[in-house]
């Protein structure tokens, strides 16, 4: 039994974290468009029979009606491939939702928030969903009906989360899921790809496909999988998508003296095209930077943000134990940053301790 698992797509999102340039938002969704397609061609040339979305396919807030037109035009050119999606906390089955108000292809099944039995020849496949944008978990203890066949479970929840937030959204415990004993326990809403972490692992996160912003680094994708229809033997492995990646890069700016040896600097090093980058900023500054100008002035479209994590060349608590003017200044700052509430506000105060500094001199 041969089957594709994908989770968390969040077709049509924003993508807040590309505001910053023009036209990247809309390149992102257009990507997603095409890594669906993708996904449908690669079902398509090698004849994978199952195909398992688990929630998250689209954002409800956000999605529109072409989209699903889109995806579902592909889902029809794969007529013998059996698509089972589950509603997430993104995409939940609620009354003014595609998957009540639109007529899908009939190879597409959708589960929704009461527990449902598919049953076929070799195989059974169980699977709910969201029927909110919140919900709690009341399948704790699924009885498996034929354990002589494959038995699948789709559905849409937070593993093993151990904070209130985790709680909302249909959480599920590993040791509880194991007891149950499916063959392949196929789950989304975890953005990060868990497949391979124990030996013999069934319960499985693809993490989202196309990822969604810097919290995502790293190649996305999906998960392919076989069971062996006598011995149950599970054989999984990942696929990457060909969508840009998330990417973080450090750069020591200790040895730089200005705003535009930065800006030269930024201007000359290599990389990815395929990949968004976010810069951040270490070592001891000799300038004051000005993010905003910098963006402006830089040449490298994927770079996507800069993050200022650079010390200040005073040693700002040290001074603050000096009995003199800079040290009474010093405090007074330093007093200003523990009350400070963004990260904007403190590095504010940093640079007005800097010029402060360079004026005491």
Do not use: C
């Not at 989770?7 to 809309?26: C, G, I, R, V, Y």
């Amino acid at each position: 039994m041969r089957f594709i698992h994908m989770a968390d797509m969040h077709l049509d999102s924003p993508f807040e974290s590309l505001a910053s340039k023009p036209n990247l938002a809309k390149e992102r969704r257009l990507e997603q468009r095409r890594v669906m397609k993708e996904i449908v061609e690669y079902i398509k040339k090698e004849n994978i029979p199952y195909f398992f979305i688990a929630g998250d396919l689209y954002e409800q807030e956000y999605i529109k009606k072409s989209s699903i037109e889109y995806i579902n035009n592909l889902f029809e050119q794969i007529p013998d491939t059996l698509i089972f999606i589950t509603p997430g906390n993104h995409d939940p089955y609620i009354k003014n939702s595609f998957y009540k108000q639109f007529t899908w292809s009939k190879n597409v099944h959708i589960f929704s928030e009461e527990l449902s039995i598919l049953e076929f020849k070799d195989i059974d496949i169980y699977g709910y969903g969201f029927n909110d944008f919140y919900m709690q978990n009341k399948y704790q203890n699924i009885e498996i009906k034929n354990k002589n066949k494959i038995n699948i479970l789709i559905t849409h929840g937070s593993l093993d989360g151990g904070n209130d937030e985790n709680k909302q959204y249909n959480p599920l415990a590993s040791s509880q899921l194991k007891q149950m004993d499916f063959d392949y326990i196929a789950l989304g809403h975890i953005h990060k790809a868990s497949y391979n972490d124990y030996e013999n692992q069934k319960i499985v996160y693809p993490g989202s496909t196309v990822s969604i912003g810097f919290d995502e680094l790293g190649p996305r994708g999906i998960i392919e999988g076989n069971i062996d229809e006598v011995t149950k033997k599970l054989e999984l492995k990942f696929i990457k998508t060909s969508a840009k990646t998330f990417e973080e890069r450090e750069i020591d700016i200790s040895a730089l003296n200005s705003e535009e040896a930065l800006i030269e600097e930024l201007n000359s090093i290599n990389l990815d095209d395929n990949k968004y980058y976010k810069i951040i900023l270490v070592g001891k500054r000799n300038f004051d930077i000005n993010i905003s100008n910098i963006m402006s002035l830089i040449k490298p479209i994927n770079i996507i943000k800069i993050k200022n994590k650079t010390k200040t060349k005073y040693d700002i608590e040290n001074i603050a134990k000096q009995i003199s003017l800079r040290g009474i200044f010093a405090k007074k700052i330093l007093e200003k940053i523990e009350n400070a509430t963004t990260e904007e506000e403190k590095e504010k105060l940093l640079n007005s301790f800097e010029i402060g500094m360079d004026v005491l001199k």
